[in-house]
Nanobody, 122 residues
Framework: VQLQASGGGLVQAGGSLRLSCAAS????????MAWFRQAPGKEREFVAA????????YYSNSVKGRFTISRDNAKNTVHLQMNSLKPEDTAVYSC????????????????WGKGTLVTVSS
């Protein structure tokens, strides 16, 4: 599975962005999908995840209520709708896939995509 994230950019605080992660390869519907982010000088952190069935999602406390993860198995795509963005959301956002696994641990992920930069100005 190859993953490619897109949709990053520069936005003012309070604004919105929608990230997308396109997956190539087979059996996308068997993968839980997750978003992680890494800010400059900081460790990578979990942001949001959606189960392979699409019926369960999980968010970090820092984004809960502001971000929404969704998936379209017909299009092999997962999205991250980010609203009410804050300067502390500035980071490189990467998507990851874990086959038949429901976990937010980085070492549980089978595949990673290259990230997309999100910059939130104050």
């Amino acid at each position: 599975v190859q993953l490619q994230a897109s949709g990053g950019g520069l936005v003012q605080a309070g604004g919105s962005l929608r990230l997308s992660c396109a997956a190539s390869g087979r059996a996308f519907s068997s993968y839980s999908m997750a978003w992680f982010r890494q800010a400059p000088g900081k460790e990578r952190e979990f942001v949001a995840a959606i189960r392979w069935t699409g019926d369960n999602t999980y968010y970090s406390n820092s984004v809960k209520g502001r971000f929404t993860i969704s998936r379209d198995n017909a299009k092999n795509t997962v999205h991250l709708q980010m609203n009410s963005l804050k300067p502390e959301d500035t980071a490189v956002y990467s998507c990851a896939a874990a086959r038949y696994t429901w976990s937010v641990a980085t070492n549980a992920m089978d595949y990673w995509g290259k990230g997309t930069l999100v910059t939130v100005s104050s």
